[in-house]
């Protein structure tokens, strides 16, 4: 069992926090590695290796990949890991400075930008202004100060626009319907069939190009869908 890091944004953490998110998409930035082969070999490091399915338009993308594909199934090296592995979470946070403040809750001198709540807001602001601290990027959250671990259950990959409701659902995104008109609103309420605007798809849409930018939606990356379980 490996573990890596892993970042998430304050409103995923929340939404992991609160057993709504159960998923994560990452785009899947080297189709033809090196170790893609029929099985683990001596070509290819099998740490990491998972067997995956490929969908046919998959070969389309490199020349070299068709002379590979002469099975539906190959191994190939994922670099997030493998059933079983887990990520321990990095999200934004701050340290106190000191072992005297240290939070309720995780007994740690750590406060987590995902779990200040508004009535806790007012005194942790000032907190912060008195002792000179800001917040700090999630990428710099060494692991000392992590307090969510997920494990890994399942790997697959597909487009990004291949996503389902439900899947959109387990990525911890809500409906978009706050984008919405209240003309538009009530046309959702009276026809449900024809439900075009304020789906929740629509929603983690809107969520993908807010992180990754607004052309990235259209370009319709192959990802890896990695599904997990929070074990702490």
């Known amino acids: 069992m490996k573990e890596r890091p892993i970042i998430f944004s304050t409103p995923m953490v929340k939404a992991i926090l609160e057993g709504r998110k159960t998923m994560t998409r990452r785009i899947f930035r080297n189709p033809y590695h090196p170790s893609l082969c029929?099985?683990?070999?001596?070509?290819?490091?099998?740490?990491?290796?998972?067997?995956?399915?490929f969908q046919n338009d998959l070969i389309a993308f490199n020349a070299k990949l068709i002379e590979k594909m002469k099975n539906d199934r190959r191994w190939i090296h994922c670099p997030y890991?493998?059933?079983g592995d887990r990520f321990w979470v990095r999200e934004t946070f701050f340290h106190t400075g000191s072992e005297e403040y240290l939070n309720k809750l995780t007994r740690k001198p750590y406060f987590y930008k995902?779990?200040?709540?508004?009535?806790?807001?007012?005194?942790?602001?000032?907190?912060?202004?008195?002792?000179?601290?800001?917040?700090?990027?999630?990428?710099?959250?060494?692991?000392?100060a992590h307090r969510i671990c997920l494990e890994i259950t399942k790997i697959r990959f597909e487009r990004?626009?291949?996503?389902?409701?439900?899947?959109?659902?387990?990525?911890?995104?809500?409906?978009?319907?706050?984008?919405?008109?209240?003309?538009?609103?009530?046309?959702?309420?009276?026809?449900p069939s024809n439900r075009v605007y304020g789906d929740i798809r629509l929603g983690f849409k809107r969520l993908w190009k807010s992180i990754y930018g607004d052309d990235s939606w259209d370009a319709n990356p192959w990802v890896w869908v990695i599904e997990f379980e929070k074990i702490v």
């Open 160 to 191: 990004l626009s291949d996503i389902s409701e439900n899947d959109a659902k387990l990525e911890g995104s809500c409906s978009s319907d706050e984008d919405l008109s209240m003309d538009q609103r009530m046309g959702n309420y009276n026809n």
């Open 114 to 144: 995902a779990t200040i709540s508004d009535l806790d807001r007012l005194s942790i602001e000032e907190f912060m202004l008195e002792h000179g601290i800001k917040w700090k990027p999630s990428l710099y959250m060494p692991k000392d």
């Open 81 to 83: 890991g493998a059933p």
């Open 38 to 53: 029929a099985e683990p070999c001596d070509c290819s490091p099998t740490e990491g290796l998972i067997e995956v399915e």
